[in-house]
């Protein structure tokens, strides 16, 4: 692992996210954009994206994003179709705000990558992030209709929302984050949308064989190592 490799898991593990800057080309996100602009058909979210558009899995996982996504969860790796697996716009005048979860335990990781489509910044709602709240407790469970921060069970860590900061991304950027953290779309008050396209990726759970018919493996083997003599 090079020098450059080593910072950019230690940034990602210690703050809980990292912008790979320029990781899908013009011409790959041209491609996406114009299949997720037909798939959304007038709606701002829409689910089964790469059911709809099965070029999604050959753009992600070309080299400079593959290697990203390799570095944070090793050699063997799995998109997950159940979880997140959407397009998204961000239309003017939207306010999406609540700070939330993908994921609740620790234990069983996700890592969570968002494609910008189009550019994100201050003024169309780019992301907001709480950076090393993936290490705040969870009871591992949602506690509503998901992993929000403003339920009760978080009443502790809700006054750290001053710490929260907004990641600025151009077309073309992935921002990969742990499922764990706290982030949230922020409000757009341009006279533009955005859009984006989000995926959720894991480490082979050696534990298991075979794959779900929601998982699927995106690099490397589905290698089994469980004791079923246990």
Excluded at 45 to 73: F, G, N
Excluded at 160 to 187: C, Q, W, Y
Aim: glycine share 8%; aromatic share 10%.
């Amino acid at each position: 692992m090079s020098s450059a490799e080593h910072r950019i898991f230690e940034e990602f593990r210690n703050r809980g996210y990292y912008l790979a800057e320029q990781v899908v080309s013009a011409e790959d996100v041209s491609l996406i954009a114009y299949h997720a602009t037909a798939f959304l058909s007038g709606t701002t979210k829409r689910y089964k994206a790469v059911e709809a558009t099965p070029s999604i899995v050959d753009v992600i996982t070309k080299q400079k994003c593959l290697e990203i996504i390799k570095l944070l969860c090793g050699p063997n790796v799995a998109l997950t179709k159940n979880r997140h697996n959407h397009i998204s716009l961000n239309e003017p005048g939207h306010n999406n705000a609540g700070f939330h979860r993908d994921h609740g335990e620790w234990s069983r990781g996700l890592l969570s990558a968002v494609l910008y489509l189009e550019n994100a910044d201050e003024q169309n709602g780019a992301t907001r992030i709480i950076p090393g709240s993936h290490n705040w407790y969870s009871p591992g469970y949602a506690t509503s209709d998901g992993y929000w921060l403003d339920d009760g069970v978080y009443a502790d860590y809700q006054s750290r929302v001053v710490n929260a900061v907004t990641v600025p991304a151009k077309s073309g950027d992935v921002l990969f984050f742990d499922g764990m953290i706290f982030h949230e779309p922020g409000e757009n008050i341009s006279g533009t949308s955005r859009m984006s396209l989000t995926l959720g990726f894991h480490a082979i759970d050696q534990l298991m064989s075979p794959l779900p018919e929601q998982i699927l493996l995106v690099t490397g083997k589905n290698i089994y190592r469980g004791n079923d003599l246990a």
